[in-house]
Structure formats: structure tokens, C-alpha cells
């Protein structure tokens, strides 16, 4: 029976990666298709870490009141129930677009485009967080030097790496990770030692307190900023053009992602915490609070390892801003292509590198203004309000394709068969699973901060509006979406 069951398979699934071609969606192969499972988890992870908690410890440990390993956890978790969703959807439309795509081919194109607008707002916001996070710590060592400068040079050069596609950084993607994983977890090592060798902060390894909060909406709204170090599981459903075979390897590495990366952001988050437990002494000092692990380094290696986590800290930006940029060209390629966003500009290829080359300059010019201009905090609590959104439909878009439009594609043990409705134990996996997703994520977006939600909510406005006169009053769609 159990030969006959793989035979069957074989022969309904001969070739997993050709149902992967995009022509049945309407779609021509513009982008290179070589990227791998390992390639794909080191793209996400590079976006994530190493020293992603850096980029906000300061912000999730003064709205927490004192815990920043706890809020990593909380939104590690809901991002974990998410992933089963992105996993589902990316099985059943391997397009670039990610949330963009998914939710309107699952759901409805006109949801989709708004969930993809709002979306942006991640994409085209998290090179500037990184760029000014750079500049910050640059600061610290030559306070000379005009901010806007270092931030330019930042911002610019990465931006000018991107123009020449992908096939280099895919291939050079490992081993900037393993770099990277390399000097996280030396620093761990360092304050650790610190800490239970020399008596450093609480003097002690095990130890409640770097769990301790104020109150439970600071949790909710550290939770909600914690998201955005978790935000490289979605940047690699960006690349489903460019993958040998999506439906098997993006699932994979995005659940490596999410796994390896909430482990280290937990223990980064415990240890340093066990370090500072005095941390409230230095709260009015934004300086201090903007570069925390830098005065945690100093603290437990003196100035030669704060050196070291500088040097460390500045390439993992480097490669988060080049993951980042390259995501986010291809979400607007994605828009661009099913002409909601203006075809000529935002779905142009460059023939040479293969790369949405107007869509990265867009990207960096947005990300030099934004970095001169609005502060730290608010760009991540803006950055959250387009994923919580994005997430929250993603996770309804699976339950609406399965259940209500009875037209999604059966996992590989059913063949991949299409207009499949689950059954038994499979409600879980595609009904349960996404509402527990949908309702943790709407408690914690709810619990953001104010101004993010009103600026949040006018960019969503202003998207419908966009949308309302785009689709002659929702009476259009666009052609690819109406297959």
C-alpha cells in the first residue's frame, strides 16, 4: 500500500518545481531563478540578524519598563503562527508581491493591493531605520562628522550594491551570516562571562528579572515594535521568482528563520539584560538608550570588544539594508507589474543585473529624507502598523481561500490537488492555526502607539482613495488578478 502511495505520487507530482512556473498565473519569467533553501534561510536571516535587537533594545526596554527578551519571545510566537499561513499561501501562488499577492489571489485583488500599500510601509521604511541606526553608532566615534553625511554614505552605498542584483549576495548570503552569527554570539559569550565571572550587573546567570515589566500595555507595545526584528521570514516570499523551487524550499527556510532567529533575539534580549539592571539610571540619556549593546560591550570588554560589536553591528546593517532594499524593490515590482502602480517605473527590469532598478533608487531616496527628518521610534512603530495589517489579512486569506472560495491547492501528501476543502485534522492546520494568528496579532496591533496609528491608518486611507479612482470606483481589476 505504501509503495503504491508514493507511486501515485510520483506520478501526480512528477515535478514539483514546473507547477511552480508562473505562465499560469499570466506572468512572463523576468527574474533569475537560482536561489536555494540554505541561500533563501540566510537571505531571511541576514534581514533579522544577527544584530537585529540592537537596532530597537533601547525603545522595547523603555516601553516595556524592563524587559526586552520577553516582548522577542511574545512576537517570535505570533510570528511562528503567521509562518504556517505564509508557508500555505506561498504553496499555492509562488509570485513575488508576498502579502500583495496572496491576499489577492486568496481573498480579493482589491484587498490585496491595500494590504500590499500599507505593507510598504515596511519595505520602504526599514532601510532608513538601519541606515540611521548606522549612523548613529558611526557617531560615537567621530562626532565631527555631519549625521546627514555618515548617512548618506550608508544609505547610498548600499543602495548602489543592490543595482547588481542578487546573484552575488545569494551566493555570499552564508557566510555573511555565519560572520554575523559569529559576533552575536561572541558578545553573548562576553556578557555572560561577565556577568557570572566577574560580577558584572546581577552577578548571577539565572535570574527572573530581565522578564520583569511595568505593566501589561508596555508589553503589548514592546511586543508590537519586536515584531520588526522578525519582519526577514516575509522578505524571503519576495523571492519565489527567483527560487529553484518555492513551493518546497521557501516554507522550509521560512520556519528555519523564524526558529533560529527568536532563539537568538531571546537570549540576546536575557543576557544583556543581566548586565543593565540598573538600567533606569540611564533612561534620560538617548544617547545611551540609542545604543545600549554598544554601552553593553563597553561595559563587559571594555573599549577594544565595543570596537568589536561596532564593527560587528555595522556590517550585519550593511547586510539587513541590502536584504531589505532588495525586498522591497521587488514587493513594488510585484504592483508595478499588474500595473496598480505606475508599470513603466516600478515593474522597469534593468536586462543587465535583472534588477527593479527605479524601485531601489526610489527606496534609497525615501530612506535619506526619512533618516534627516523623523525620529527613530516613530519610524518603527509606522513600520509595525504595515505588517500587523499585512499579517492580520494574510491569516484571513487563508481560512477565505479554503473555506470560502474552496480554492486552494492540497499539501504534497494529497498531490497538490487543486479546489481541495480540508478535512479531519487539516482544520487545524488551515483554519484553526490562522485565526489564533489573526486574533493575537489584532490584540497586539491595537495595542501600538497612537501616533503610529493615525499616521498608519491615514497612509491606509489614503490607499483606498488611491485605489477607488485607480479601479474606477472598484469596478476594474487588474487584468493578471482577474484570472
Not at 547586510?319 to 500595473?339: C, E, H, K, P, S
Request: glycine content about 10%; aromatic content about 16%.
Amino acid at each position: 500500500m505504501e509503495m503504491q502511495n508514493k507511486q501515485l505520487l510520483q506520478e501526480v507530482t512528477p515535478n514539483i518545481s514546473s507547477d511552480s512556473k508562473i505562465s499560469k498565473f499570466g506572468y512572463e519569467q523576468e527574474l533569475k531563478g537560482s536561489m536555494n533553501v540554505l541561500q533563501l534561510t540566510a537571505f531571511g536571516l541576514n534581514y533579522m540578524l544577527p544584530l537585529a535587537p540592537a537596532v530597537i533594545f533601547g525603545v522595547l526596554l523603555s516601553t516595556s519598563g524592563g524587559t526586552v527578551a520577553l516582548p522577542f519571545f511574545l512576537a517570535g510566537i505570533a510570528m511562528l503562527l503567521t509562518a504556517f499561513s505564509y508557508a500555505t499561501m506561498v504553496r499555492n501562488y509562488p509570485l513575488s508581491g508576498s502579502v500583495y499577492s496572496y491576499v489577492g489571489r486568496g481573498w480579493n485583488p482589491h484587498l490585496g493591493f491595500i494590504a500590499g500599500w500599507v505593507v510598504t510601509l515596511d519595505y520602504v521604511l526599514i532601510p532608513t531605520i538601519t541606515s540611521v541606526s548606522a549612523a548613529y553608532l558611526v557617531q560615537q566615534y567621530f562626532p565631527a562628522v555631519p549625521f546627514w553625511i555618515l548617512l548618506g554614505i550608508f544609505s547610498i552605498g548600499i543602495g548602489l550594491l543592490n543595482l547588481f542584483g542578487l546573484e552575488l549576495m545569494s551566493k555570499m548570503g552564508l557566510w555573511f551570516l555565519i560572520l554575523g552569527e559569529f559576533v552575536v554570539w561572541t558578545c553573548i559569550l562576553v556578557w555572560g562571562k561577565a556577568v557570572y565571572f566577574e560580577g558584572i550587573g546581577m552577578g548571577t546567570l539565572f535570574s527572573t528579572q530581565p522578564f520583569h515589566f511595568d505593566h501589561v500595555t508596555g508589553l503589548v507595545g514592546a511586543t508590537s515594535l519586536a515584531v520588526l526584528s522578525f519582519l526577514g521570514f516575509d522578505a524571503i516570499t519576495t523571492l519565489a521568482e527567483e527560487t529553484t523551487n518555492p513551493k518546497r524550499d521557501i516554507p522550509k527556510a521560512i520556519f528555519m528563520c523564524v526558529g533560529i532567529g527568536l532563539v537568538t533575539m531571546v537570549v540576546c534580549g536575557y543576557v544583556a539584560m543581566l548586565v543593565i539592571p540598573d538600567w533606569r539610571s540611564h533612561i534620560s540619556d538617548e544617547n545611551w538608550m540609542n545604543t545600549v549593546l554598544f554601552q553593553v560591550s563597553k561595559m563587559t570588554g571594555g573599549d577594544w570588544f565595543g570596537l568589536f560589536f561596532t564593527a560587528g553591528y555595522l556590517s550585519s546593517l550593511a547586510i539587513f539594508n541590502l536584504v531589505a532594499t532588495a525586498a522591497g524593490a521587488r514587493l513594488l515590482y510585484g504592483m508595478g507589474r499588474d500595473n496598480l502602480l505606475p508599470k513603466g517605473i516600478f515593474a522597469a527590469i534593468n536586462k543587465r543585473f535583472n534588477t527593479p532598478h527605479f524601485n531601489i533608487l526610489l527606496i534609497v531616496a525615501i530612506e535619506f529624507i526619512l533618516g534627516n527628518t523623523v525620529d527613530l521610534r516613530t519610524i518603527s512603530n509606522l513600520v509595525n502598523y504595515g505588517a500587523f495589517f499585512g499579517f492580520a489579512a494574510l491569516n484571513l486569506s487563508v481560512i477565505w481561500l479554503y473555506y470560502v472560495k474552496k480554492k486552494g491547492e492540497a499539501p504534497i501528501s494529497f498531490g497538490y490537488s487543486a479546489n481541495w476543502l480540508p478535512t479531519g485534522k487539516y482544520h487545524f492546520r488551515y483554519f484553526i492555526l490562522p485565526l489564533l494568528g489573526f486574533s493575537i496579532i489584532a490584540y497586539v496591533w491595537f495595542g501600538m502607539d497612537r501616533l503610529a496609528l493615525l499616521i498608519g491608518t491615514i497612509w491606509l486611507i489614503i490607499g483606498f482613495v488611491f485605489l477607488f479612482f485607480r479601479t474606477n470606483g472598484f469596478k476594474k481589476l487588474p487584468p493578471h488578478l482577474e484570472q
